[in-house]
């Protein structure tokens, strides 16, 4: 505790105070100054009547009359005495109390945590408490021959100086918080608090102060804070911090129009398919090793970002939003070109594989980049730009990095609209089932529908194409289809009701990769068929390509469930992804749908046409049935025929309608064989 601190907060003395000392000594000297005046009394008294009688005649009388004044003189001083006693026993339980309340205040300050001083009106020491040693390690006699102000951190000497000048002239000084140095060499925080002690005439005489070690406090306040500001996993800044320093630059950019920067927003490609397949604690292992190489690598492209200023990059720069997603904040550079450098050398970085846990892991990332060029008041504003380019970057291939333009602003508001009205679309039943039939080329009969969603917004029809993709990434269209295949296996019943057949007609329904990943997809189905009581034989489910040679493992897994509901199972859009023949052989799957791409240009393309020839062959080699998409020219379906390709669906035959007009076609053509021009015109009449 420094000598000159006079720290605030009047508080109740513990020991014996000046007023209540001087009071005892008064009491004390009153009482000998009146057994003065007695005892000099009863002597003038004494020598009165023994010297002063000059009358013989009275001598009988004289003795007389001395005895009864000795007597009571005697009385006097005998109570004089008793009274004495009195107050020296007073006196005496007095100092006995205020020796109880030292002792005490002895105890306290000996056994006390916190370290109690004694200081004089001018700073210096008169009592320190044992806890000076067990906290800063110095003893009484060390801190007798020490000055407190070298022990103090020279930052806050002057505050601490300040303070004690201030409780100099006016006896109260101030709570203080400040570094004091260990014995040890290391800095210790206190928290200093004192009471007055003031003499007879209410002057301040002397302070008991009070320091109480904070450090440990402090240290766990500090990691608090850090904690609020980042991330648990990496322990990069985090989502707030970022936030707040980008706000710092956006207020620097306007203040100085020449200084620019740039916001990074960088996510890793393809990340959720590593972390389920080797585990979330190697997943978090990648997380925490890109965090360390994207901070290496900062350091390193500097020089390309900021040449003027040649000073390393500020730790809060780089964050952690959460997940696989690092945003950077590139300050000070000179043109936007700058920016894609980094963002390019970053990825090459990334690129080189990691090794975690024996695995080999190599990382792609897509970044988007936004400039402070763009016209944003705030940081999120601009955060969500870059996470826009990022987006774009996805949908452009992954491992690219795009610039924030106006255009990809309007196409993410519109977004954000879409999003809005399809959710309410859902809440008011918006969504209309609609079936494309699907021909046997060998009899021309309808054989089965495809299920497929279309929206009745306002007085229009939207087709998939115009709100599907952001059904599939908001989740929404989870719900979707749940309503689809409930319409459509309840349709399917009602036509096997009205147009029996042999074999029964069928339903397609396709399974969405947000679908295909929830976990409890097989038993939505299976509940959805038990309601609508369709057999599910009768049921066919469509899983693309891509979704089932995306994590191998686990499309045989979820396939194998929905096989054991006894629906058949068919792969969309064949031919368009990376098949493993192997792979393929040991999928459940029924049939093979082949991508309308090859079909509609195999009339015209000797390459489509020698694709979709081999797809059939390897599908009849695997015992599978083939289905051709798009058909919408006679050509293709007599090239198809002449494939032996099994069942075709198109515009040639009928474009996606509702129950009602399907309903008509299958009461013209049911029954009989028709030819595809018949189906098409029995559709366009009805």
Partial sequence: MSQEEFPTANQNQPAATPIQRWQIEGREWWLWGLAVVVTLVLTFGIVSLTYFQLHPQTEGTYWTDLKEWVR?????????????????????????????????????????????????????????????????????????TTSSIEQIHPDDRQRVLEAARKARSTGQGQRLEYRIRHKDGSWRILESTASVIRNAKGETEKLVIVNRDISERKRAEELLAHSAFHDGLTNLPNRALFLDRLQRALVLSKRHTDYKFAVLFIDVDEFKVFNDSLGHKVGDEVLVQIGLRLTASLREVDTISRPQLGQAQKDDTLARLGGDEYTILLEDIRDPSDAIRVAERLQSRLAVPFTVQGYEIVVNASVGIALSTAACAHAEDLLRDANIAMYRAKRAGKARCEVFDTAMHEVAVRRLELETELRKGLELSEFRTHYQPIISLKTGRITGFEALTRWQHGDRLLSPAEFIAVADETGLIIPMNRILLREACEQLRSWHAQFPAEPPLTMSVNIT?????????????????????????????????????GDPEKAASVLAELKALGVRLSVDDFGTGYSSLSRLQQFPVDSLKIDRAFISQMDSDAESHKIVQVIIMLAQTLGLVTVAEGTETEEQVNQLKVLDCGFAQGYYFSRPADHHVISDLLLRVNGRAATPAKANAALAGG
Avoid: W
């Fill in 513 to 549: 990769s947000k679908e295909f990943a929830h976990p409890n997809l097989a038993n939505g189905i299976a509940e959805t068929l038990k309601q609508t009581g369709l057999d599910p034989n009768h049921l066919q489910l469509e899983i693309t390509e891509t979704i089932a040679m």
């Fill in 72 to 144: 009571g003189l005697a009385c006097v001083v005998l109570l004089f005495d008793i009274y004495t006693l009195y107050q020296h026993l007073q006196l005496q339980q007095i100092r006995r109390r205020l020796a109880e309340r030292d002792q005490l205040f002895q105890l306290i300050t000996e056994n006390a945590a916190d370290m109690i001083a004694v200081v004089d009106g001018t700073g210096q020491r008169i009592y320190n408490s044992p806890a000076y040693q067990h906290v800063l390690g110095y003893s009484a006699e060390e801190l007798k």
